[in-house]
C-alpha cells in the first residue's frame, strides 16, 4: 500500500499564492506519475497537473503559466506551486500516486479563493 499525505491549502484572496505539498509513504515503486487533480462542488474531477518519474510535467489548460509542479526525494514528494489564484480554483485538490501496482490518492485538501 501507499500512503500519500497531503499539506498546504487554506483560504487566499484572489491574485494570491498557495503551495501544495503531498509526500508518499510505503510502497513506493517506480512511477507513472505523480501530482494534483481538483474537484470543485457539482463538477467532476479533474488535472490541475501531475509529473512524470522522468520528471516531465503535464498540466491542465486552465492553469498552464500560473501553476509549478516539482518533485524530490526520489519523486516520493510532489509540490504544487499555485501563483495568480483565481476564484475559480477553489476546489478541493487530491494528491495523486500512478505507479504500475496500483492507483492511489490522497484524502484532499480545501483551496478557497475569494474575489
Given amino acids: 500500500q501507499v500512503q500519500l499525505v497531503e ?10 499564492s498557495l503551495r501544495l505539498s503531498c509526500r508518499a509513504s510505503g510502497r513506493t515503486f517506480s512511477i507513472n506519475t ?3 487533480y481538483r474537484q470543485a ?15 516531465i510535467p503535464n ?19 510532489v509540490n504544487l506551486q499555485m501563483n495568480s489564484l483565481k ?3 477553489t476546489a478541493v485538490y487530491y494528491c495523486n500516486r500512478r505507479q504500475l ?8 485538501t480545501q483551496v478557497t479563493v475569494s474575489s
Avoid at 499539506?7 to 494570491?16: D, I, N, R
Avoid at 509549478?68 to 516520493?76: E, F, G, Y
Avoid at 501496482?101 to 484532499?108: A, K, R
Fill in 87 to 89: 476564484p475559480e480554483d
Fill in 7 to 16: 499539506s498546504g491549502g487554506g483560504l487566499v484572496q484572489a491574485g494570491g
Fill in 41 to 55: 462542488p457539482g463538477n467532476e474531477r479533474e488535472l490541475v497537473a501531475v509529473i512524470s518519474g522522468a520528471g
Fill in 59 to 77: 498540466y491542465g489548460d486552465s492553469v498552464k503559466g500560473r501553476f509549478t509542479i516539482s518533485s524530490d526525494n526520489a519523486a516520493r514528494t
Fill in 34 to 36: 505523480m501530482g494534483w
Fill in 101 to 108: 501496482e496500483g492507483d492511489y490518492w490522497g484524502q484532499g
